[in-house]
């Protein structure tokens, strides 16, 4: 158990608590009226890059549901476009960059860039702390019960905008490299790894409690690529983030893994695994040690049913899970057509026990 009473990171420790904690992915999200509000006043990167605006965002269903974690309000992409790759958010389409195809594409750009360029995100973070922390937070939670976490996207998801240059069913064209210029590709993956471990070790400086990993696209690797782009890049930012802030934990998300997401748990060295709506969590677990917290995994579409539906397959996740480390969230983010009393009535079936 560790020293400090929040539930989230004491079940990040590797405590079995009743009832699990709870936070959802893209809690702060378009589902929101109060969001949809703040769009209005400003384009993507600047309500990242913007500590007033960023710092309310990711306090905004906090103060709706009382989520035992907050996650920054950011966006896995800063780190490219720090570096100096062009990055913009066109509606309808989502991220467009400048893609980097080649050794000489990504000799133009400079990791040197990133901690200056991300000072706003640590600003962030700073004043989240302090408000997490503070005698009356956030309204509904009580003082000290809400657990600060940063993240980022993991090499391989990342290098999938990069490489591309916009979003992808299936990112041939990356996957395709990373056999043909299978130099090209190792060196993409290495600077990303150690760039990320940098941004997430400062992030952590900066205020945040725990740091997650988004591999969003891991499972469009066969296990060979996998070991290689995905299991071996998060265990040397595991292994860098233990060695500058031990204590701090780590969760890893390898969406739409499979069976391999057994692998990534046991090798990677993360102290909890997200797994996605497909993972069966109980048949996941009983491959792992008891130690490793789960986290996961509802599916957001029963959410965005809501009804007795979502409330019994909500409580089967959870009950299934009772007696192990787990953290109660969804497969995937929350769907921007969700009405907010769906997540409402989610929130408050978890914790009725």
Known sequence: MTETGKPLLRALAGEAIWPPPVWLMRQAGRFLPEF??????????????????????????IRRFGMDGAILFSDILILPW?????????????????????????ERLDVKRVEAAT?????????????????????????????LIGFAGAPFTVACYMVEGH???????????AYSDPEFF???????????????????????????????????????????????????IVKIINERHPGVPVIGFPRLAGI????????TGVNAMALDTSADMKAIAAQLPDTLTLQGNLDP????????GMRAEARAIR???????????????????????????????????
């Not at 949809?36 to 960023?54: G, S, V, W």
């Not at 309808?92 to 000489?104: I, Q, T």
């Not at 640590?122 to 000290?144: H, S």
């Not at 057994?262 to 090798?267: A, D, I, P, S």
């Open 301 to 308: 579409l029963r959410v965005l049913a809501g009804g007795e």
């Open 119 to 147: 000072m706003p995100v640590m600003e962030t973070l700073q004043r989240l702390r302090t408000i997490v922390d503070g005698p009356d937070p956030i309204g509904v939670a009580k003082p000290g019960q809400v657990t």
């Open 186 to 236: 190792d060196r993409l993956i290495d600077t990303l790894t150690t760039a990320t471990a940098d941004m997430l070790c400062n992030q952590i400086v900066a205020g945040a409690e725990a740091v997650m990993l988004f591999d969003s696209w891991a499972g469009l690797l066969p296990p060979s690529q996998f070991r290689r782009h995905v299991i071996a890049p998060a265990q040397r």
């Open 319 to 353: 009950d299934a899970m009772k007696g192990r480390p787990h953290v109660f969230n969804l497969g995937h983010g929350v769907v921007p057509a969700t009405p907010p009393e769906h997540v409402g009535d989610l929130i408050a079936t978890i914790r009725d026990i």
């Open 260 to 267: 391999m997401a057994v692998e990534y748990g046991r090798e």
């Open 36 to 61: 949809r509000a703040l769009r209005e006043k400003a384009d993507f990167i600047t309500r990242c890059m913007t500590p007033d605006m960023a710092t309310e965002i990711t306090l905004q269903p």
């Open 167 to 177: 979003g992808s069913r299936e990112f041939d064209i990356t996957r395709g490299l």
């Open 82 to 106: 720090a570096m100096g790759q062009s990055l913009e958010f066109i509606h309808g389409r989502g991220p467009v960059l400048e893609p980097v195809r080649s050794l000489r594409d990504l």
